[in-house]
Nanobody, 120 residues
């Protein structure tokens, strides 16, 4: 069983910053990819950023230069630093971890989601 617990988020004015955290725990050997998605009301869930275990990152164009994804492999933690926030960044943000055992397939687990609201 794998648990993914998110923290951070909240209400901030446009131009401000927030940091989201994601903690994975449970029975797994390693985390291959950690990532963040977001879902605004009446929209589909969309990719924000991902990071592989060896540090390769991928960002949606809308957040490049403003958001930074990072992770602490030793602690099974992931982070999303969000700067220069805009009202259109308002959404529920979800962390995911792709975990695997010593052998076998990879499984994706999601955090509970955290609300980010950016006021204009």
């Amino acid at each position: 069983q794998v648990q993914v617990v998110q923290s951070g988020g909240g209400l901030v004015q446009a131009g401000g910053s927030l940091r989201l955290s994601c903690a994975a725990s449970g029975s797994f050997f390693s985390i291959s990819v950690m990532g963040w998605y977001r879902q605004a009301p009446e929209n589909q869930r969309e990719l924000v950023a991902t990071m592989t275990s060896d540090g390769v990152t991928n960002y949606d164009d809308s957040v490049k230069g403003r958001f930074t994804i990072s992770r602490d492999n030793a602690k099974n933690m992931g982070y999303l630093q969000m700067n220069s926030l805009k009202p259109e960044d308002t959404a529920v943000y979800y962390c995911h971890v792709d975990v695997r055992g010593m052998t076998g397939p990879t499984f994706r687990y999601w955090g509970q989601g955290t609300q980010v609201t950016v006021s204009s």
